[in-house]
Structures are given as structure tokens and as C-alpha cells.
């Protein structure tokens, strides 16, 4: 009898870890963004096709108060507004987004990100797209929505979406509300309870309130929220003890910085997980860390490879998801490991 019975057990730890492994989600960070420019349509349909249970879009907002897809709030380290606006750069020199018409940023050529070095355009990540090569452009969030829904109906998939509110606190001290219309848009799109595929992110815990408090209740729809979190200095309370029972008032999850999650001075001898994830998850948040890249430099040395940087993060730390570059590999490591 102690043998069926052992191998009942068996069954059932299999089991439990498959389901475990099933549950965790992979975010393709502002699309495939290793392969195709960050934020075009291209990249997310690269993303969709690879597998990505979730695709990220970070939003700001226009001169005519449209949603467009952009990573930043200025338009200067991934297009050519400067050769095409040469003079409508602020004082600071750079070219803000919420200057510009939405017809004018259409007109402009998207490509990977960039620094400038002695009035030279450098390439952030040189092995990755090359500037110059083909063409794409800046997309709208109602683009990249009717893009994601299109494609999960021709396939049957259910691929959820991501947006983060970009810097609201900029936008409200420009006269947008930028919160209000992501929230009124998602509800367009159906996007209306917790049960829908879509998380709504910011670093704002002031906008994350009042998102919760006022901009949710008046739309008449209840989404996921999550709190984006950079440093141990940019809310210490949550650090605290009971500071994610706190935030569990207003969100559903978190989105640390990995290094919060796996201190960086680890050493694969000695890997110093901290009690953040354990916090967070007895507290009834899932946690989605950010963000994981495979380029020459990018895995942290207490890693072996970028798949042990995974398997240390999902599985060791027991992140619930990630945000990735790379949504390709980290949709096979999970498989490979149910």
C-alpha cells in the first residue's frame, strides 16, 4: 500500500509545480523590444506571435490630447524629431511629446534607442535593430488595442495588455489628465473588471490613489492596478513591515526593479533574495518585476546565464512575472520547465 501511496504524492507535487509554473506570466517589455524598435507595431505583433501572455504600453499624452504609445515623455532618444523640428526643442534642448500634434508625430521615423556622443547618434544596444534600417513610426494606444483584440480574435487567444501612465504628475502641471483617458479608453475597449486581461501601471503611488479612489468609481469599471516601484528611497514605507498590507488598499500587485527582488551584489554562492516578494504575496499582491534583458552586460553576475537569471527570479524568489526584452525565451524557459 505505501507505494501507491508514495506515488499519489509524486503525482501530486507534479501537479501543484505544473500548475505553479502555469500561473506565471511572461510581459514583453515594451514588445519584442530586443529584436524590433521598442513600442512599434511591429514589435508587439513580434511579441504577440512569440507567445507573451501580457504586452506592454507606456502612454503619453499629445499637444491634441491623443494617447500615443512613447517610453518617454520626449520624443528626441527614438525618432528624428530633431532633424525634422530642428527648432522645437525646449530650453532643456530636449523635444517633448505633449508639444507636438499627434499628425506631426506621425510623420516622424521611429527607430532603437539612442544617445547622442559628440553630436553623433550612438546606438543604445548595438546588437540589436539597426538605426536607419527599414521604417516604422510612433502608434496610438487605440492602435496598438485594436492591433492586440485583432489578433486575439483571429487566433483565439486572449493576450492581455499593460499600460503604463507616464509621469502624470508632468502631464497634470501641462493641463492633462492623462489617467482619466486611459481609463476611459480601456473602458471603451472593454477592459472594465479584474477579471479582464490588463494591468495599469504607474510609479505615482498619488496618481495610483487617484485612480483607485476617484478616476476608477467615476468610469464605473474596476481594472488592476499596479504600483511600480524603482528604488528603496522612492517609498521607504513600503519596505516596511506591513507597508505592502498598506498598498493593498489601492493595488493589486507591484512592479520592482529585479534588483529589489535579488539584491545585485548576490554572488551565486550567496544569493540574497529579499523578503519583499513574501511581503508582497501575503499581502494578496502578485509581483512583476522589471526588467530582464540578455544583451552583452545585461545578466547580473550572481546569474549564470539570462535562463538561470530566470530560473533564480521565478522559481527562487517566486515572482509571479516579468517584464523581458526577450519574451521569446522566457515563454520556453517557462515551458520547458512545466
Do not use: C
Not at 500548475?19 to 513600442?39: C, M, N
Not at 524629431?81 to 521615423?109: H, M, S, W
Amino acid at each position: 500500500m505505501r507505494k501507491p501511496l508514495l506515488f499519489s504524492l509524486v503525482i501530486a507535487l507534479v501537479m501543484s509545480s505544473t500548475q505553479s509554473v502555469a500561473d506565471k506570466i511572461v510581459i514583453a517589455h515594451r514588445g519584442a523590444s530586443g529584436y524590433l524598435p521598442e513600442h512599434t507595431l511591429e514589435a508587439k505583433a513580434m511579441a504577440y506571435g512569440m507567445g507573451a501572455h501580457y504586452i506592454e504600453q507606456d502612454v503619453v499624452m499629445t499637444k491634441d490630447d491623443h494617447l500615443i504609445v512613447l517610453h518617454d515623455i520626449t520624443l528626441d532618444r527614438t525618432t528624428d524629431v530633431d532633424e525634422q523640428y530642428p527648432n522645437r526643442a525646449r530650453d532643456d534642448g530636449r523635444y517633448y511629446a505633449i508639444d507636438f500634434t499627434l499628425e506631426e508625430i506621425r510623420g516622424l521615423k521611429a527607430s532603437e534607442g539612442f544617445r547622442l556622443e559628440n553630436g553623433e547618434k550612438v546606438q543604445g544596444y548595438s546588437n540589436r535593430f539597426p538605426m536607419g534600417s527599414s521604417f516604422f513610426r510612433v502608434a496610438t494606444l487605440e492602435e496598438e488595442i485594436q492591433l492586440i483584440q485583432g489578433m486575439n480574435k483571429s487566433t483565439g487567444n486572449d493576450i492581455g495588455i499593460y499600460p503604463e501612465i507616464k509621469q502624470p504628475e508632468f502631464h497634470r502641471n501641462e493641463g492633462k489628465d492623462i489617467s482619466t483617458a486611459v481609463v476611459n479608453l480601456l473602458k471603451q475597449y472593454g477592459y472594465a473588471s479584474k477579471q479582464d486581461k490588463v494591468f495599469v501601471q504607474t510609479f505615482s503611488f498619488a496618481e495610483l490613489e487617484v485612480i483607485k479612489n476617484d478616476i476608477l468609481p467615476a468610469a464605473g469599471i474596476d481594472i488592476n492596478l499596479i504600483q511600480l516601484i524603482g528604488s528603496e528611497s522612492s517609498y521607504p514605507w513600503m519596505f516596511e513591515d506591513d507597508g505592502m498590507n498598506i498598498l493593498a488598499e489601492f493595488a493589486d500587485g507591484i512592479g520592482p526593479e529585479k534588483g529589489l527582488v535579488i539584491n545585485r551584489l548576490s554572488s551565486r554562492g550567496n544569493l540574497e533574495i529579499s523578503p519583499l516578494v513574501d511581503r508582497a504575496h501575503a499581502a494578496g499582491l502578485q509581483v512583476h518585476p522589471y526588467t530582464y534583458r540578455m544583451d552583452p552586460g545585461q545578466v547580473p553576475s550572481y546569474a549564470e546565464d539570462f535562463e538561470d537569471l530566470l530560473r533564480l527570479h521565478y522559481f527562487e524568489a517566486d515572482v509571479d512575472g516579468l517584464f523581458t526584452d526577450f519574451p521569446d525565451r522566457a515563454v520556453r524557459f517557462l515551458q520547458a520547465n512545466q
